[in-house]
């Protein structure tokens, strides 16, 4: 019985362990992907992290960095630009639901947003399935001028 209690013990352990958890944007407009104020709960997105957008306020990703998945809800817009250099966002599908990249209908994502004069690109690897990205609303490439 004492062995079968540790074990589920080290099966929830490992469970948790291994738990995906979600940040979301909280930034002001034309806040710093690097803030990490700028996200809640407070802390830089990390490799195993579900990004998510609600609000419509521009993000500088001012930094490449690595999450598992990225969410632009309905009526949300990821507008996301670079001001100092091209950027990269690597969606790794690090246990994230498929589709790693979705847009919900009425949602809007912006790669080189409005502000900003460099390229912001979404590379997406890992995924085994065939429906690794989802665009139900707005896809739009812009570079600022």
């Not at 500088?60 to 507008?79: F, K, P, Q």
């Not at 630009?81 to 498929?98: E, H």
């Amino acid at each position: 019985m004492k062995a079968f209690l540790l074990l589920l013990v080290i099966v929830f352990s490992l469970q948790f362990s291994f738990a995906q958890n979600t940040k979301t944007w909280n930034g002001a407009n034309l806040g710093k992907w690097s803030d990490p104020n700028n996200w809640l709960p407070v802390g830089l997105p990390a490799a195993t992290d579900t990004v998510f957008f609600s609000s419509g306020n521009e993000c500088e990703v001012d930094i490449d960095t690595s999450i598992a998945s990225l969410r632009v809800t309905s009526g949300g817009a990821a507008n996301l630009f670079s001001t100092v250099a091209n950027r990269l966002i690597k969606i790794n599908n690090a246990g994230a639901a498929t589709p790693v990249l979705h847009v919900a209908t009425g949602g809007t994502i912006v790669l080189g947003g409005t502000s900003g004069g460099f390229a912001v690109s979404i590379r997406s690897w890992g995924a085994s399935t065939t429906n690794n990205s989802q665009i139900l609303g707005n896809l739009f490439f812009n570079l600022g001028s």
